[in-house]
T-cell receptor, first 114, second 117 residues
Framework: EDQVTQSPEALRLQEGESSSLNCSYT??????LFWYRQDPGKGPEFLFT???AGEEKEKERLKATLTKKESFLHITAPKPEDSATYLC???????????????FGQGTILTVHP | DAGITQSPRHKVTETGTPVTLRCHQT?????MYWYRQDPGHGLRLIHY???????DKGEVSDGYSVSRSKTEDFLLTLESATSSQTSVYFC????????????????FGAGTRLSVL
C-alpha cells in the first residue's frame, strides 16, 4: 500500500530563517510526487511535480528535491505570506487503474513570524 | 481555482437527509475527483470519473454516490447523511490520468464545508 509521511507536523520560523520540510514515501513504482500549498479555508494549490530521483524544481523561495525515498521542500528566507499547510502526494505507476490516484500525506503546517 | 466551482460552499444538514454537492469545471478536463479532508487523515479519494457516465470508487466510497451526465459537472450525493460524513469536500480535475507531463496534475476547487448534525 502506498504511504506518505510528512514531517514535522508543524514548523514555526522567524522571517528569513530558512528550513526544510520532509516527505517520506513508499510506493509501488513512483509515477510522480506532487507538492501543494493549502491556505486556511481554501483548496490545495499546485506547486511542483517531480518525476525522478535527482530532479529539482524552484519557484520563488521554494525548492523541491526528490530522492528514491523522500522529497524535501526547502524554504529560503521565508516571509509571513509563506505561512500555509504544505501537502505532499505521490502517484504510483499503473496498477490496474488509469485514473492517477494520489496518496496524500497529512501535511506540515508552516508559520512564519515577522 | 483553475476554473472549478464547488457549490454550496457551506452546508449544515441533519442526520438522515440526502445531500448533493456540485462540482462544475470550465476546463473541459476528462478526469474529475471527489476528496474529503479530515484532521488526522489528510485528503482521501471518495469517487472519481474518467468521462461522461464513467465513474468508479475511491478508497472511502461507502455512503456516497456520484454522477456525471456532462463533462463539466460532477455531482456527489450522500443518500442519507451521517455525522461521520461531516468533513470538507474537495473536487479536483485533471486533463489526463497517468499520462506523462503536466496533464496528470490535479487542480482543486475551493471546497465545501459540510456539517451533519
Amino acid at each position: 500500500e502506498d504511504q506518505v509521511t510528512q514531517s514535522p507536523e508543524a514548523l514555526r520560523l522567524q522571517e528569513g530563517e530558512s528550513s526544510s520540510l520532509n516527505c517520506s514515501y513508499t510506493v509501488s513504482g513512483l509515477r510522480g510526487l506532487f507538492w501543494y500549498r493549502q491556505d486556511p479555508g481554501k483548496g490545495p494549490e499546485f506547486l511542483f511535480t517531480l518525476y525522478s530521483a535527482g530532479e529539482e524544481k524552484e519557484k520563488e523561495r521554494l525548492k523541491a528535491t526528490l530522492t528514491k525515498k523522500e522529497s524535501f521542500l526547502h524554504i529560503t528566507a521565508p516571509k509571513p505570506e509563506d505561512s500555509a499547510t504544505y501537502l505532499c502526494a505521490v502517484q504510483a505507476k499503473a496498477g490496474g487503474t488509469s485514473y492517477g490516484k494520489l496518496t496524500f500525506g497529512q501535511g506540515t503546517i508552516l508559520t512564519v513570524h515577522p | 481555482d483553475a476554473g472549478i466551482t464547488q457549490s454550496p460552499r457551506h452546508k449544515v444538514t441533519e442526520t438522515g437527509t440526502p445531500v448533493t454537492l456540485r462540482c462544475h469545471q470550465t476546463e473541459n478536463h476528462r478526469y474529475m475527483y471527489w476528496y474529503r479532508q479530515d484532521p488526522g487523515h489528510g485528503l482521501r479519494l471518495i469517487h472519481y470519473s474518467y468521462g461522461v457516465k464513467d465513474t468508479d470508487k475511491g478508497e472511502v466510497s461507502d455512503g456516497y454516490s456520484v454522477s456525471r451526465s456532462k463533462t463539466e459537472d460532477f455531482l456527489l450525493t450522500l443518500e442519507s447523511a451521517t455525522s461521520s460524513q461531516t468533513s470538507v469536500y474537495f473536487c479536483a480535475i485533471s486533463a489526463t490520468g497517468l499520462a506523462g507531463g503536466p496533464g496528470n496534475i490535479q487542480y482543486f476547487g475551493a471546497g465545501t464545508r459540510l456539517s451533519v448534525l
